[in-house]
T-cell receptor
Framework: KQEVTQIPAALSVPEGENLVLNCSFTDSAIYNLQWFRQDPGKGLTSLLLIQSSQREQTSGRLNASLDKSSGRSTLYIAASQPGDSATYLCAVKGSQGNLIFGKGTKLSVKP | NAGVTQTPKFQVLKTGQSMTLQCAQDMNHNSMYWYRQDPGMGLRLIYYSASEGTTDKGEVPNGYNVSRLNKREFSLRLESAAPSQTSVYFC??????????????FGEGSRLTVL
C-alpha cells in the first residue's frame, strides 16, 4: 500500500531564506506527483505537477524535483516571503489511479 | 473563473439526519472526486467518478453515496449522519480519468459537524 510521508510537519523560517520541503513515498510505481498549497480554511491550490518521466518542474520561485528510484520529492522555495506561509501537501498518483496525500508541512515565514 | 464550486460551505447536523453536498465544475473535466480531510489523517478519497455515468469507491466509502448527475455535477450524500463523519469535505476534478495524468483542482471545502 502506498504511503506518503512529509517531514517536517512544521517549519518556521525568517523571510528571505531559501528552504526545502520533503516528501517521500513507499512505492516507486507512480504516474505523477503533485504539490499543493493549502491556506487556513481554504481548499488546495495546485502548485506543480511532475510526470513520472520528469525529474523536475519549475514555476517562479518554486522548484520541485522527483527521484522515483529513491521514492523522494523535494519542493524548493527560493527567497521565502510571509505570503508563502501555508500548509504544503504532496500527493502521488499510483497505478490504481488514486491520489495518495501526505499530511503536509505547515510553513511559517516570519517577517 | 469559478473552477470547482461546493455547497454548502458549512453545515451542522444531528446524528441520523441526512444531507447532500453538491459539487459543480465548469472546466469540462471528465473526472471528479470527493475527499475528506481530518486532523492527523490527511486527505482521504471517499468516492470518485472517472467519467460521466461511472462511480467507484475510494479509501473510505462507508456511510456515503454519490451521484454523477451529469458531466458538471457530482454530489455526495450522507444517508444517516454519524459524529465520525464530522470533517471537511473537498470536491475535486481533473481532465483525464483516474488512471491518467491529470492535474487535480479543488473546491473550497464544506465543513460538516455532526452532533
Amino acid at each position: 500500500k502506498q504511503e506518503v510521508t512529509q517531514i517536517p510537519a512544521a517549519l518556521s523560517v525568517p523571510e528571505g531564506e531559501n528552504l526545502v520541503l520533503n516528501c517521500s513515498f513507499t512505492d516507486s510505481a507512480i504516474y505523477n506527483l503533485q504539490w499543493f498549497r493549502q491556506d487556513p480554511g481554504k481548499g488546495l491550490t495546485s502548485l506543480l505537477l511532475i510526470q513520472s518521466s520528469q525529474r523536475e518542474q519549475t514555476s517562479g520561485r518554486l522548484n520541485a524535483s522527483l527521484d522515483k528510484s529513491s521514492g523522494r520529492s523535494t519542493l524548493y522555495i527560493a527567497a521565502s516571503q510571509p505570503g508563502d506561509s501555508a500548509t504544503y501537501l504532496c500527493a502521488v498518483k499510483g497505478s490504481q489511479g488514486n491520489l495518495i496525500f501526505g499530511k503536509g508541512t505547515k510553513l511559517s515565514v516570519k517577517p | 473563473n469559478a473552477g470547482v464550486t461546493q455547497t454548502p460551505k458549512f453545515q451542522v447536523l444531528k446524528t441520523g439526519q441526512s444531507m447532500t453536498l453538491q459539487c459543480a465544475q465548469d472546466m469540462n473535466h471528465n473526472s471528479m472526486y470527493w475527499y475528506r480531510q481530518d486532523p492527523g489523517m490527511g486527505l482521504r478519497l471517499i468516492y470518485y467518478s472517472a467519467s460521466e455515468g461511472t462511480t467507484d469507491k475510494g479509501e473510505v466509502p462507508n456511510g456515503y453515496n454519490v451521484s454523477r448527475l451529469n458531466k458538471r455535477e457530482f454530489s455526495l450524500r450522507l444517508e444517516s449522519a454519524a459524529p465520525s463523519q464530522t470533517s471537511v469535505y473537498f470536491c475535486a476534478s481533473s481532465e483525464v480519468p483516474a488512471g491518467g495524468l491529470g492535474e487535480l483542482f479543488f473546491g473550497e471545502g464544506s465543513r460538516l459537524t455532526v452532533l
